[in-house]
């Protein structure tokens, strides 16, 4: 596998992660839920919450996995919309596919994973934020 295709890989998986406020909130009000209720189940303030279903705040991965246990979901379907895998190819599909195996996952092993995909993401982000910075200069 080449580096580029590594990162096209990254890219669909941010594009996933970057959009999972818009399924956590389909869901919650699906489950006829407030943000209120949910966040108190992850002793979470409901500001902080609302943020992450808004989009304002990217929320760690280990995050997003409570909030689909305080959903009552597994990971899979925050980021499996049936509408929407009828528009992707399969390139997009085997990430899902790879998503609900990380669904599968022993707890530790869950964390190690999205701990190395956090570091991953702050790293992308950070080279972003400089290669932005150095083009200003």
Known sequence: MNNQSSIAKL????SIYMNIGDQ??????AKNLSQKEVALSLDMDQAQFSRIENGKTDPA???IEKVAQALGVGLTELVNVEE????????DKS???KMAL???LEEKEKSSFFTILD???SKKRLK???SNALNLA
């Open 119 to 121: 570091a991953l993401v």
């Open 61 to 63: 991965f280990s995050t």
């Open 102 to 104: 990380i669904d599968q």
């Open 11 to 14: 890219d669909v998986l941010l």
């Open 95 to 97: 990430i899902i596919e």
């Open 24 to 29: 956590i909130k389909k869901i919650r009000t």
């Open 84 to 91: 929407d895998i009828l528009e992707v190819n399969s390139y």
């Open 128 to 130: 972003e934020s400089l």
